[in-house]
């Protein structure tokens, strides 16, 4: 790797530290800076797994005056990341590229559609609770689960926009504001991508330069956006994760 090259994986590691600590969809940023340096996919893929997750935890640290209260909700969420991480992983070993192809950009689409309409249809939601006399389960019950456990899957697998689709369905599913919703989706994205990266050192081929210059531009990249995002307004917030993942699809579709 040529010091322009490394500098490039180390900007790129930045950026996507930070667009994934406010948003998700780094993956996009930094996947194609690695083939561009010529990694072959795969490897290009299971380098960004683990270089990235440094920035995941940069992320979550950053926000965790957000966690406060969500211990519980975290703790049985990360298990069900852990689970569909580690599938999407062996996935990822096993199944040809294509196989997830024709379906991601539908699902970010879905997404961000989700992430439009979740305060209406969180609100439609609440007043149809209020008529049954019940109450949202703290954990988004079974459904969430059910997504998240799909979504995990998808980020172990690929990882792009892995963030929209968990912001949308937690801020679907949870009673909470898009903060701290956030703050969960940072710390979910650290254990799938933490998660992946541990699989991958152990049946994977991986590029360790470009893993160390990610890492290190990731973490900063997490902390940089743990201090724009916890400022941003609710419906800016929304606004920026809509536009960024109209950008992944964009991207996906280009592939």
């Known amino acids: 790797m040529t010091l322009w090259e490394a ?13 994934n600590t406010i948003v998700g969809s ?21 380098s960004n797994s683990l270089g990235m997750v440094s920035g995941s935890i940069s992320g979550a640290v ?15 969420l990360s298990v069900v990341t852990f689970v569909g991480s580690l599938g999407g992983a062996i996935l990822l070993v096993t199944l ?8 991601v950009p539908v699902l970010v689409a879905l997404a961000l559609v989700l992430v439009i309409v979740q305060p209406r249809l969180a609100r439609a939601l609440q007043a149809r609770r209020e008529r049954d006399g019940t109450e949202a389960p703290p954990d988004g019950g079974l459904t969430l689960r059910s ?8 980020g172990g697998y690929f990882g792009a926009a892995q963030g929209v689709i968990y912001l949308a369905l937690m801020g ?3 009673p909470e504001d898009l ?27 991986f590029h360790w330069q470009a893993v160390l210059i990610l890492a290190v531009g990731a973490a900063l990249g997490g902390q940089l956006g743990a201090r724009i995002g916890r400022r941003l307004a609710p419906t ?12 992944a699809i964009v991207q996906l579709l280009l592939r």
């Not at 780094?26 to 299971?46: D, E, Q, R, S, W």
């Open 26 to 46: 780094g993956t996009l940023l930094t996947f194609p800076v690695l083939l561009a340096i010529g990694l072959p996919p795969v490897t290009a893929n299971v």
């Open 172 to 174: 679907l599913l949870l």
């Open 179 to 205: 903060q701290r919703i956030n703050a969960v989706k940072n710390v979910l994205g650290a254990v799938a991508n933490g998660t992946a990266a541990l699989f991958f050192l152990f049946v994977a081929e």
């Open 96 to 103: 040809p590229s294509s196989a997830f192809d024709a379906i």
């Open 7 to 19: 500098l490039g994986v180390g900007l790129a590691g930045i950026g996507a530290g930070t667009i």
């Open 236 to 247: 800016v917030l929304r606004i920026v994760i809509v536009a960024v993942g109209s950008v």
């Open 62 to 76: 950053g926000y965790r005056r957000e966690l406060r209260g969500q211990r519980s909700r975290v703790l049985r």
């Open 147 to 154: 997504g998240m456990l799909f979504a995990s899957a998808y």
